[in-house]
Nanobody, 125 residues
Framework: QVQLWESGGGEAQPGESLRLSCAAS???????VGWVRQAPGKEREGVAC??????????HYADSVKGRFTISRDQANHLVYLQMNNLRPEDTAVYYC?????????????????WGQGAQVTVSS
């Protein structure tokens, strides 16, 4: 079973940037990996997903973050990142790293198999 740990959350002002990291207990190069967020009182929302480099390494983003967020991999260190630029107050949420035991992202919110504990991101002035 894959274990995941998020880090890099915290507070930021609107327009600032944060980078979340997801560390895994084993290589993720054969998994699709994504980030999901949940704001208070709202449903979980798929934010980004990246397919396995063994497939096509394609990336997918929610419309609300497209052009501002970037998902990427550091395969050698079992890491996945979410670079978040131009943060907005509506980005405030708990962000979860999750993996699906398949090569390709099947949409932004597939049936993920393994989840991290979440990292709080708060954007306010």
């Amino acid at each position: 079973q894959v274990q995941l740990w998020e880090s890099g959350g915290g507070e930021a002002q609107p327009g600032e940037s944060l980078r979340l990291s997801c560390a895994a207990s084993m290589p993720l190069d054969y998994y699709a990996v994504g980030w999901v967020r949940q704001a208070p009182g709202k449903e979980r929302e798929g934010v980004a997903c990246i397919s396995s480099p063994g497939s096509d390494a394609a990336t997918h983003y929610a419309d609300s973050v497209k052009g501002r967020f970037t998902i990427s991999r550091d395969q050698a260190n079992h890491l996945v990142y979410l670079q978040m630029n131009n943060l907005r107050p509506e980005d405030t949420a708990v962000y979860y790293c999750a993996t699906e035991t398949r090569l390709d992202c099947m949409g932004l919110y597939p049936q993920y198999d393994f989840w991290g504990q979440g990292a709080q991101v708060t954007v306010s002035s």
